[in-house]
């Protein structure tokens, strides 16, 4: 059974820059589609961004596409969310989860999430 251990939230300043990292267990993760979503306090749960399973497509919320980037090392069943220039706004509990198949796929697994602060 698929098991995915997100990490690298931390509090940062603005301007400041984190990678996040999901670590898949159980389970090929080349087999799955991962997608990074994030909740702030407040407010309902957004998908940041998705990548496909051999990492050849990925999807973004368009107000993030210039400062975060995600990537995927199957051979150690990895995929990263690299954030730069971090605004408050991104303040939030970032979480990865595994789709089946393509970035539409149904989710079928979660990571318990890391959170992210931005603040000076």
């Known amino acids: 059974q698929l098991q995915l251990t997100d990490s690298g939230g931390d509090l940062v300043q603005p301007g400041g820059s984190l990678r996040l990292s999901c670590v898949a267990s159980g389970d090929t993760l080349y087999l799955y589609s991962v997608a990074w979503f994030r909740q702030a306090p407040g407010k309902e749960r957004e998908e940041v961004a998705c990548?496909?399973?051999?990492?050849?497509?990925?999807n973004f919320l368009l107000s993030l596409k210039d400062r975060f980037t995600i990537s995927r090392n199957n051979a150690i069943g990895t995929v990263y969310l690299q954030m730069n220039n971090l605004k408050p706004e991104d303040t939030a509990h970032y979480s990865c989860a595994a789709r089946s198949s393509s970035c539409s796929g149904p989710l079928i697994g979660w990571g318990k999430g890391t959170l992210v602060t931005v603040s000076s």
């Open positions: 990548i496909y399973s051999n990492g050849d497509r990925v």
